[in-house]
């Protein structure tokens, strides 16, 4: 009962839930994406480039989160093009172009003063801060994510599952593969507050992996992921109250052992032999 007493006595862990409630919508949409088409180590890729935007955005003194975007949408295009067009060189160039915008965030933000704190914000989230810009930021993220699936569903759906047939349908694969990447890149940006750069694609891709063994509809796929986003976020900020353990680990934590038990009981089922 302590942490629902805490819920009703700190505005802090109310806007905690609801920032884990609300980016758990935008997760799991692109997620779902991310899991189908198999593309984890080009989020990945994006994720940790975007400390690159955040440095060179605390060395000139205006918002990280602008930084953190801006670099998002540039190395979305960058690493979308290196995967389009230098596919033997693909796992190379995107280790390299990973490296650097990590590399390049350090070298900016060993030159700000004040940078140590901020910069483990950034890496191990900081879900206990969230104020009411950043609740607004994540719905308005959630809103835009939501807005452009529903428009090219049929074309991200297409691109996903088999790029020669999209092709041969008329749709321009390359325009929409980049944007879908952007998508990625903005939901990573959403979810730095709550788990940081280093856990970010452990919670984009698990609640999306768990309901592909169980459901194999794109939608179901996808609401499945949002509810299973909505559960470790609020279980693992519970877990964390409790045992006063870090909340953005903790909730990866749990997202971690559910996907392994998962993944072993469908492995025990298959195994089963029917009666």
Same mark, same amino acid.
């Given at each position: 009962?302590?942490?629902?007493?805490?819920?009703?006595?700190?505005?802090?862990?109310?806007?905690?839930?609801?920032?884990?409630?609300?980016?758990?919508?935008?997760?799991?949409?692109?997620?779902?994406?991310?899991?189908?088409?198999?593309?984890?180590?080009?989020? /990945?890729?994006?994720?940790?480039?975007?400390?690159?935007?955040?440095?060179?955005?605390?060395?000139?003194?205006?918002?990280?989160?602008?930084?953190?975007?801006?670099?998002?949408?540039?190395?979305?295009?960058?690493?979308?093009?290196?995967?389009?067009? =230098?596919?033997?060189?693909?796992?190379?160039?995107?280790?390299?172009?990973?490296?650097?915008?990590?590399?390049?965030?350090?070298?900016? =933000?060993?030159?700000?003063? /004040?940078?140590?704190?901020?910069?483990?914000?950034?890496?191990?989230?900081?879900?206990?801060?969230?104020?009411?810009? @950043?609740?607004?930021?994540?719905?308005?993220? @959630?809103? =835009?994510?939501?807005?452009?699936?529903?428009?090219?569903?049929?074309?991200?759906?297409?691109?996903?599952?088999?790029?020669?047939?999209?092709?041969?349908?008329?749709?321009?694969?390359?325009?929409?593969?980049?944007?879908?990447?952007?998508?990625? /890149? =903005?939901?990573?940006?959403?979810?730095?507050?709550?788990?940081?750069?280093?856990?970010?694609?452990?919670?984009?891709?698990?609640?999306?992996?768990?309901?592909?063994?169980?459901? *194999?509809?794109?939608?179901?796929?996808?609401?499945?992921?949002?509810?299973?986003?909505?559960?470790?976020?609020?279980?693992?900020?519970?877990?964390?109250?409790?045992?006063?353990?870090?909340?953005?680990?903790?909730?990866?934590?749990?997202?971690?052992?559910?996907?392994?038990?998962?993944?072993?009981?469908?492995?025990?089922? *298959? *195994?089963?032999?029917?009666?």
């Amino acid at each position: 009962m302590e942490f629902f007493n805490a819920l009703s006595e700190y505005s802090f862990m109310r806007y905690a839930l609801v920032a884990g409630l609300l980016s758990s919508i935008a997760c799991g949409i692109v997620g779902t994406f991310v899991v189908v088409k198999r593309i984890s180590y080009l989020a /990945g890729g994006i994720a940790h480039s975007i400390i690159g935007g955040v440095g060179f955005a605390y060395f000139l003194e205006f918002s990280p989160v602008i930084g953190a975007l801006g670099a998002a949408v540039a190395f979305s295009l960058l690493l979308g093009f290196v995967s389009l067009r =230098l596919k033997e060189y693909e796992d190379t160039v995107i280790s390299a172009l990973w490296s650097l915008g990590m590399a390049v965030g350090i070298l900016f =933000l060993s030159k700000t003063p /004040g940078y140590n704190m901020d910069l483990m914000h950034f890496l191990f989230g900081s879900i206990l801060v969230i104020g009411d810009s @950043d609740l607004m930021l994540i719905l308005g993220l @959630d809103v =835009l994510v939501i807005a452009v699936v529903l428009l090219f569903y049929k074309q991200f759906m297409a691109v996903s599952f088999d790029e020669e047939f999209a092709r041969l349908r008329g749709v321009n694969v390359e325009r929409f593969y980049l944007l879908f990447l952007m998508l990625v /890149g =903005l939901t990573v940006v959403l979810f730095i507050k709550i788990v940081g750069v280093i856990l970010v694609i452990a919670l984009l891709t698990l609640p999306a992996a768990i309901a592909g063994h169980y459901v *194999r509809s794109m939608n179901k796929m996808m609401m499945m992921a949002v509810l299973c986003g909505m559960v470790f976020t609020s279980s693992g900020l519970y877990a964390s109250y409790t045992y006063d353990f870090p909340s953005g680990a903790m909730i990866v934590v749990v997202a971690g052992v559910t996907y392994l038990l998962s993944l072993a009981g469908c492995a025990v089922m *298959r *195994r089963t032999p029917l009666r």
